[in-house]
DNA sequence: GTTGTAAGATAGTGCCGGTATCCACGTTGT
DNA sequence: ACAACGTGGATACCGGCACTATCTTACAAC
């Protein structure tokens, strides 16, 4: 397929295609001619996932193309690429986080069994600054029982969510199908909690009227 | 106290303060001259608040605005204004779902019993969009089961959030505790999933040599 | 009084993710 | 054969956003 069909078929400008092979995000085509060349379901495929990571993860550009480099570097292990990933896709900037929340973290891991993080986990690493941040001036605090209680929960989400990956497809393809699902299931769960709060505190704070409005005194 | 010290305690720079009174998320202080006025501790904690949404959260100034002005309304009941924060905190940007995925979304709604979700929920709207998404051309999908099962957890951690809200403490700081804790707390959530896939997924694949490499081979 | 700094307003900056335009040429319909 | 269209490829440009810098005026503390 021309590169108009391909950002035809992905529902994408064709600009934006153009940007991302630019950019190298998006390997270049099959060339056939002096001005022609042809792209491949592989291209699709891989828009799709960039387009995914950019408008749900909100995944800067810059980054998309270390994930993309990943994804092509044959000589990476799946996790290896998937560790990758996962930092690049962490949200918010690099942050150092001081030592004695690091601790805290690193207490919670342990308690969880969690030896398979690396030390440099970019997650790690941004945990340790949230904590920092709740145990600062303000009115919240992470406790390591409230962390522990967190990553029992979010073991029993991870477990599953790796137990349900096909592990029967091929390397590109698996590696697209996590990626994908770890920042769109991410947000869906996320999506789900906050549907959680607006209905278990509504119970919890007195029904407002079956029409939908809301009393106005405070709760 | 003065501009510049509100500033220098929320660790703020002065101009970025000045922007924000100026774009109204702030109220202005109480003059005390034509060229003085005075900040008080309700200044500092709203301007700890902002930052926490904009920098942990990526909440836009706009919407932050909206949150502000949410938080000033004495009229509004406390869930009234957490319904109103929560739709805009959402991430992305408002977007139309089809009439099947929101079909999708509220047979989860129902299987949990969550009547208390309001039909416009912007987070209910968008589920429904990200299950559209993966509902389309793409590799993954979105089943009932996996949705509810998703759902349950985000049940347990939602009633446990709800429960452990300080509710003794004055509407303004009890308002700023879960506004602040809602996108903290969601973002210490979704590391530990992914320091979870990081584990799990590692223990499944095989165990990489202790000092940190990873083997080349394909999983 | 002199000096330092506050408040307030206005204009400018840097980055980011595109978008638009242009060009030379190959493909395609007739 | 020939003209019109659309292609790959390159370069320049744009709009939004979150700040940031500067400038003016005036008061407060010494």
Redesign the pocket.
């Known amino acids: 397929m021309?590169?108009?069909?391909?950002a035809e078929r992905a529902d994408?400008?064709?600009?934006?295609v153009?940007?991302?092979?630019?950019e190298g995000l998006l390997p270049?085509?099959e060339?056939?001619?002096?001005?022609?060349?042809?792209?491949d379901e592989c291209h699709l495929r891989r828009l799709r996932v960039l387009r995914m990571l950019?408008?749900v993860g909100?995944?800067?550009?810059?980054?998309l193309r270390l994930v993309a480099d990943a994804l092509d570097d044959e000589t990476r292990s799946v996790h290896d690429v998937m560790t990758l990933v996962a930092d690049v896709i962490a949200p918010g900037p690099t942050i150092e986080a001081d030592p004695e929340s690091l601790d805290v973290v690193d207490e919670v891991l342990g308690a969880m069994g969690w030896d398979g993080v690396r030390p440099q986990s970019m997650d790690r690493l941004r945990l340790a600054a949230l904590v920092s941040l709740l145990n600062g001036p303000g009115p919240l605090g992470a406790s390591i029982e409230v962390l522990t209680y967190y990553a029992g929960l979010a073991d029993q989400l991870a477990r599953a969510e790796v137990a349900l990956v096909d592990h029967t497809v091929e390397r590109s393809e698996l590696l697209e199908q996590m990626v994908t699902g770890s920042v769109v299931y991410g947000q869906v769960f996320e999506l789900l909690r906050q549907l959680g709060h607006e209905h278990h505190h509504q119970v919890r704070t007195g029904a407002p009227q079956p029409d939908g409005t809301v009393p106005t005194a405070h709760a």
Chains 1, 2 share one sequence.
């Open positions: 021309l590169v108009s069909e391909l994408v400008p064709l600009a934006t153009k940007y991302y092979l630019r270049a085509g060339t056939t001619g002096p001005r022609r060349a042809e792209y950019r408008e909100g995944v800067s550009v810059t980054n």
